[in-house]
């Protein structure tokens, strides 16, 4: 049984969701210990164990320890199917996360995946939906993933009850590798302002605006929303693509705080990525790294930053995989050679 000690590095959820997609994917029986052990309060938070129980039921696994707070877990997985699902997060905690956990996994069913998610959509320490749909699915797609994400209602803090819809195809042959190394050209830069329908309506511009004013960009389109939830809240979101490379940059709105700074902050961001040469955001460069750790080929991109989110990303990856991850930290370069898992293989190695 394969042992992964859930406190190294960053020590957060990433470390349990890398694991669960990998034991899932290759079906490796595991264990992990000191789960989230430096947090502020360590064990599975509920959207944690949302993803313990997403994972569980899309590959048939055996779980033991799937409690709030536990700090210890056992995941003994069979074989992944996909089909129709649906997960509860049942707090605001990220319906994006637990998606993320499971959505590697169901590449390698052999059905297409239907999945109904509810929970949080936009809240702190999670990328919200949209950079899921227009960043992070956008990538992937480049090495042959094909998965769609539908957000029906948006869920903020602190009631959530937002609801996702994703689907998910099989691929039929392995992942391929990225190369971007340089970005080229900028194809797209749009920011997606969404106000819940009890705040002005006026706040939507406002965010928009404070975008514009730090990005000094006429190029910037723009994407809105008024929808109503459970909480209100707002949220702006600039994604940029490029012929090889993307990034996302997104700010939330808090009581108090002018709707221009939100937008300003996301573009702050947005502008400083601009400015540089990187291919990819911070997030996405340790997002990435389990696919093209199971694509076939070297996979190549620069991030903006080498985060310890990273470094123990690629440590988890390197336990179950034999995957080559070099990491230029004074560069930011990011070199992987994946193993090439082949379509509909999962659990036969």
């Not at 936009?122 to 960043?135: G, K, R």
């Amino acid at each position: 049984m394969m042992t992964i000690d859930g406190s190294f590095g960053e020590g957060g959820g990433q470390v349990l969701r890398t694991s669960l997609a990998l034991a899932a994917l290759l079906g490796r029986e595991l264990r992990v210990e000191g789960i989230r052990a430096g947090r502020s309060k360590p064990g599975l938070a509920a959207q944690h164990l949302a993803g313990v129980r997403a994972a569980a039921e899309v590959c048939g696994a055996r779980v033991e320890g799937a409690r709030l707070g536990s700090t210890e877990l056992t995941f003994v997985p069979r074989r992944i199917r996909g089909g129709h699902f649906r997960f509860d997060v049942g707090t605001a905690g990220a319906t994006t996360l637990v998606l993320q956990t499971i959505l590697p996994c169901l590449l390698f069913a052999r059905e297409t995946s239907h999945l109904h998610i509810t929970g949080g959509t936009n809240v702190l320490w999670s990328p919200p939906q949209e950079y899921i749909a227009h960043v992070f699915l956008s990538a992937i797609a480049a090495m042959g993933a094909r998965a769609e994400l539908e957000c029906l209602t948006p869920g903020f803090y602190p009631k959530g009850g937002g609801h996702i819809e994703a689907r998910v195809m099989p691929i039929d042959a392995p992942l391929g590798p990225l190369h971007w190394r340089e970005r080229g050209e900028l194809r797209s830069l749009t920011a997606f302002s969404v106000v819940e329908a009890r705040l002005p309506a006026h706040i939507i511009g406002q965010q928009i605006d404070g975008a514009r004013r730090a990005l000094g960009s006429a190029g910037l389109r723009t994407e809105t929303a008024h929808p109503e939830s459970a909480s209100p809240g707002t949220m702006l979101m600039i994604a940029a693509g490029f012929e090889r490379g993307a990034g996302g940059f997104a700010a939330l709105g808090e009581r108090g705080r002018p709707a221009e700074d939100v937008g300003g902050e996301a573009g702050e961001q947005a502008a400083e990525f601009l400015a540089a040469s990187s291919t990819v955001d911070r997030h996405l460069a340790d997002q990435l790294l389990l696919y093209a750790a199971v694509a076939a080929g070297e996979t190549a991109y620069v991030t903006e930053e080498v985060t310890e989110h990273l470094r123990t990303n690629a440590w988890v990856i390197q336990q179950f995989l034999d995957a080559e991850i070099e990491i230029d930290e004074a560069a930011g370069r990011v070199t992987v050679r994946g193993v090439g898992l082949p379509a509909a293989a999962a659990g036969t190695w």
